[in-house]
């Protein structure tokens, strides 16, 4: 997506600014506490430990040769994905 003012200043009231805030509004993914990284198949997927709606963690995938990147499993329930800090 593009980032209109990418010199903008942070927003006063929150934690985000410049180009974050920005790219959130737009849609963009806020991936929290990234800390998992396995790559496999011409894909690199991240986890995201406290991320997704119910900050129960996410599992996102990078395609750098489309150059896609997609939400591939979200925690709703923490008895299925609870915060998950490595992917192998």
Not at 25 to 44: D, H, K, P
Not at 77 to 81: E, H, I, K, S, Y
């Given at each position: 997506m593009d980032?209109?003012?990418p010199?903008?200043?942070?927003?006063?009231?929150?934690?985000?600014?410049r180009v974050v805030s920005q790219g959130i509004?737009?849609?963009?993914?806020?991936?929290?506490?990234?800390?998992?990284?396995?790559?496999?198949?011409?894909?690199?997927y991240v986890?995201?430990?406290s991320g997704g709606v119910t900050g129960r963690g996410q599992i996102v995938a990078y395609d750098s040769v489309n150059e896609t990147f997609s939400l591939v499993y979200q925690s709703t329930?923490?008895?299925?994905?609870d915060n998950p800090d490595n992917i192998a």
């Open positions: 980032i209109e003012e010199n903008k200043p942070f927003i006063t009231g929150t934690i985000y600014g509004v737009q849609g963009a993914a806020s991936l929290r506490r990234c800390e998992g990284v396995w790559y496999g198949n011409g894909i690199i986890c995201s430990i329930d923490r008895n299925v994905l």
